[in-house]
């Protein structure tokens, strides 16, 4: 038995399983030991991250918001220099773009033919003055003989009285009675024509008068032409345009030539409707408003539109501009970069505009205080929201908001990083 055993293990086939049967075991003792012997490790502890984030220290204060507007100059005043003269234009002293000062003559007229027609007026006027004369004097005359005239007929009515009285005695005819009848008649008559030319004289001295007063008003209207003839500026400013020359006849109501007034110039600027309010208390108040040119030009606010055009968003807001011969603000049109100052509002901060979070809230830095004792000290994040006031640019030219609320204290620390999930409680590691 013990040899056929032999037998069997001595084939290839039996010794290929013996050999795979040792190994597997092999390697299972060797598995065993070392799970065995090997060390127990501690479980992993998970870490909470702090975001690293730039902080800046606050305290409260009084600031005067300001903001960046774009505005076009404009005047509230340009005149169309226009004439109700029908005449030939003799000479231009202006062109486009010249500086004239009040009373310079700009354009002048030929005024030949209006020396005729002022010529012309003054004779009807010396006519009509010589007509009043003439009723002046006859009212003297008048006035002088009225004594005679009475007499002459009182003479005749005493006369009469006793040819009538000779007539009733039968001392007279009745043919003398009747001469003396006329003869008095005749002087009730021209008594009484003197008395009614009389009467009449200053009916006729008031006509008079009106005429060589209308005389002398058309005498004064043809001076007052002439003296239209010498088109002057009414005011100082800059020439707009010249729209006629030499050897052109004017018409009536036609425009000759532009002028703008230097002392209504403006800056026309749209403010945001959320200052409009502000600026409207604040002129009603009397305070000023300022704004200053990118070149350092200053413009104070004087009124501000009472409507929304359509298209716009904001209030149209005018700025006096205050402009000097060749500034080159008198170009009207053109487009100023302005910074507007509005009026102080306190118990603000300026932050940058990386520190704002959905336009109403800030994060401040706060230290935790629930640390072991030697623990470091860890910082988080505390939400605090804030009212929009304002804007304004730092001393270099930095733009920063506005912000106010009663949670910010002097020295408070506000975070100026934008972080994607900044929420209140979030570890922080200011630098």
Known sequence: MFARLQSLTRTPRRRRFAAGT???LIALLASVSIFATGPNPAPAVRTEKAWPVSVIEVTPAAIQPSFTAFGRV?????????????AQVADIHVREGDWVEAGDELITLDARELELALDERRAELAQLTANLASVRTQKEMLEASTEQYRSVYQVAEKKLERHRDLMAKRLISQSLLDEV???????????????RALTDVPNLMAAAQAAVDRATAQVRQAELDIEKTRIAAPFRGPILGVFVAPGDRSNLGATLADIANADAFEVRVQIPVRYGDRLHD?????????ATTKDGVPLTLSRLSSRVRPGQSGLDAFFELH????????????LLELNVTLPEETSVVALPVQAIYENDRIYAVEASSAEPEGAATEFRLEAITVERVGEMQDENGE???LVRSPAIHDGERIITTQLPRAISGLLVEPA
């Open 22 to 24: 040792g190994f597997i």
């Open 74 to 86: 404009e005047s509230s005043n340009v005149t169309h220099l226009k004439t109700d003269l029908n």
């Open 181 to 195: 009848t006329a003869e008095a008649d005749q002087a009730s008559i021209r008594y009484r024509d003197h008395m």
């Open 282 to 290: 604040t002129l009603a108040r009397g305070s000023e408003v300022t």
């Open 323 to 334: 402009v000097t011969t060749g500034s080159p603000h008198t170009a009207l049109g053109r």
């Open 399 to 401: 733009h920063r908001i």
